[in-house]
Nanobody, 125 residues
């Protein structure tokens, strides 16, 4: 089992920046991918970004490219999401997720086995 705990959400103004973090504990050696999803009120949960734990290869949703950066620190079992040039539409609960290795589409939430409790990010205009 893997436990994920997010932190770092909060309030930002449009154009500002925030960084959210996710610490993994438990059977972390089983993790293949760590990623971020988000869910805004009244909307479906959507993929934000993911990173391969070993290689560091990253993948982003098109709307986040150039504004968001995902990174990891394996020594700390932590993944980060740096969010720049925030927009009010970025307001959502941001969830950390982790996946064990198996075939599947990395942008789909059903590939991910473990989820954090979420952290609220609110962007004011």
């Amino acid at each position: 089992q893997v436990q994920l705990v997010e932190s770092g959400g909060g309030l930002a103004q449009a154009g500002g920046s925030l960084r959210v973090s996710c610490v993994a504990s438990g059977s972390t050696s089983s993790i293949y991918l760590m990623g971020w999803f988000r869910q805004a009120p009244g909307k479906e949960r959507e993929f934000v970004a993911t990173i391969k734990r070993n290689s560091g290869m990253t993948y982003y949703a098109d709307s986040m490219k150039g504004r968001f950066t995902i990174s990891r620190d394996n020594a700390k079992n932590t993944v980060y999401l740096q969010m720049n040039n925030l927009e009010p539409d970025d307001t959502a609960v941001y969830y950390c997720a982790a996946a064990r290795y198996r075939l599947g589409t990395i942008t789909l939430d059903d590939l991910y086995d473990y989820w954090g409790q979420g952290t609220q990010v609110t962007v004011s205009s």
